[in-house]
């Protein structure tokens, strides 16, 4: 009789960071203030207004030149997240599909699974690809961190190496739409988070060219709050207005 004793309460303590994190906190409280504004006045690389594209910042020269070699550095030592724990998992699906899907991390699931978004996200991620005509064979699957941390959270530093790599990914798959899933992807994208990128086809600059982006709700926050699914679903098809 009583409560379970059995109750894992670092995973309880991990979702519930989790949850925050997909809903924009991403900090922890200071004792000290801060200059908020100081952060959100950093160069964005999206665009502002009708036709001005803002450009990204130019990639490090010491990183792979071709798609093939970013993907197999992307999973050896001298990344970011070659210290932390877990099975490192790179890109699925087709780059030539012209459609890149950008999460934050492997969720808890991924690592037993081998492949991004599985389980119960990964199932509603199916359906979301099908609601627009897609699955994972038609679409180009990456993560901005290739690892989960410790906690599920990123410091801020880390974050920073992490979203240069992504936009040297961006310019090397030359994708001619982008999803991103999720605050983490959707900031570093577009430099906005879901609830101010949302609804709208945003135009990035990276060397390869010009991507355009969706922002939306990732699939393990929408279990969480479903009625945000008929957000998502608005997204969706702004995403898919117009493409071939």
């Not at 504004?37 to 502002?48: G, K, N, Y």
């Not at 979203?163 to 991103?180: D, G, I, T």
């Not at 969706?214 to 945000?228: D, G, N, Q, Y």
Request: charged share 25%; glycine share 8%; proline share 6%.
């Amino acid at each position: 009789m009583g409560a379970d004793q059995n109750h894992d309460w670092r995973a309880s303590i991990a979702s519930a960071l989790e949850w925050w994190r997909d809903a924009g906190v991403d900090c922890e409280i200071d004792d000290l203030p801060r200059d908020w504004l100081a952060h959100a006045a950093a160069s964005p690389i999206i665009e502002r207004l009708p036709g001005q594209v803002a450009e990204a910042p130019i990639a490090a020269p010491s990183l792979p030149a071709t798609l093939d070699e970013f993907a197999m550095w992307r999973l050896g030592p001298a990344t970011p997240e070659a210290g932390w724990p877990g099975q490192a998992l790179g890109t699925q699906g087709d780059v030539a599909s012209g459609l890149m899907i950008v999460v934050d991390m492997p969720d808890r699931e991924d690592d037993t699974a081998g492949q991004l978004l599985s389980g119960k996200a990964g199932a509603l991620f199916d359906r979301m690809l099908a609601a627009i005509g897609r699955d994972r064979q038609s679409i180009y699957l990456a993560a901005l961190a290739v690892k989960r941390p410790p906690a599920g959270r990123v410091s801020e530093d880390v974050g920073q190496k992490l979203e240069a790599l992504l936009r040297h990914h961006l310019s090397l798959a030359r994708p001619k739409r982008v999803l991103a899933l999720g605050n983490a992807a959707s900031r570093a994208v577009t430099g906005l988070d879901v609830a101010h990128a949302r609804e709208s086809l945003r135009k990035v600059n990276h060397d390869g060219g010009t991507s355009e982006v969706v922002a939306s709700f990732h699939p393990r926050f929408l279990l969480e709050k479903p009625v945000a699914k008929a957000d998502a679903w608005k997204d969706l098809r702004v995403l898919m207005g117009g493409i071939e």
